[in-house]
């Protein structure tokens, strides 16, 4: 049997996306969540196992690491997409949110892969994949801190890649737009895909295909992969 697969973020958009298509194929994942879906029913019908995860605080996160490491003694990767969004409160509040953000975003990923690696290393050609995005090397004027966390994450890619080469891999995956929110009004379902030389808003399969290549190429460590249509091109 394949040794499992923990995604991080795994119940809603490209973790729950994700989550649904190595299921579909017979591969056993774990996936850690914040906030209860109905989709989490579905996941376990099919397989998955659940754990509640609350990365907003280091108390959370260590508990997420003590329990999974304790439960799991083999993973064949792991997909840091655990991810919060939120534009820039500014005055008082913007070094709480930028805190929040780089917890989520950063700590996750060096804390987890740490206290996992012995997992990683117990299985072949093993893996991990920190979702960053798009700005991170771009920047963004009302998500500073957005940005800066997944510019960070990049940073920190490059660094597991120096401390865990060779026996365990790792990439980041730097997505665009992939697919849009419910709450996206119809102004901004217009305009986005204009930001892109290929003009479309392309699903959550290309994220995955991605994720596929960069957890089985056994030639490829410490890149940002980026996964965003030739914006650079539009660019003046």
Request: glycine letters at 6%; a neutral charge; one cysteine or more.
């Amino acid at each position: 049997m394949n040794d499992p697969i923990l995604i991080t973020g795994g119940a809603t958009r490209l973790g729950l996306a994700l989550a649904t298509q190595y299921l579909e194929n017979d591969q056993p994942v774990v996936i850690t969540y914040r906030k209860y879906r109905p989709e989490i029913e579905t996941l376990k019908s099919k397989g998955a196992k659940i754990l509640y995860a609350d990365f907003s605080s280091d108390e959370g996160i260590y508990l997420a690491a003590e329990s999974l490491s304790a439960e799991h003694s083999r993973l064949k990767s792991i997909v840091h997409n655990a991810s919060t969004w939120r534009t820039d409160p500014g005055h008082e509040m913007g070094l709480h949110n930028l805190a929040l953000m780089m917890r989520i975003h950063v700590g996750v990923s060096m804390i987890l892969t740490d206290a996992l690696a012995g997992a990683l290393l117990a299985s072949s050609n093993a893996s991990v994949v920190n979702i960053s995005d798009y700005v991170a090397g771009r920047g963004s004027a009302n998500h500073m801190a957005y940005a800066a966390s997944k510019s960070a994450l990049v940073n920190l890619t490059k660094s597991q890649a120096k401390k865990y080469s060779p026996r365990i891999r790792i990439n980041a995956l730097c997505p665009a737009l992939l697919e849009f929110r419910e709450e996206d009004d119809a102004t901004y379902r217009f305009e986005a895909p204009k930001k892109s030389s290929l003009g479309i808003v392309p699903g959550f399969d290309v994220a995955i295909e991605a994720i596929l290549y960069l957890q089985e190429n056994i030639y490829t460590t410490g890149i940002a992969l980026p996964l965003d249509g030739g914006r650079p091109l539009k660019m003046p």
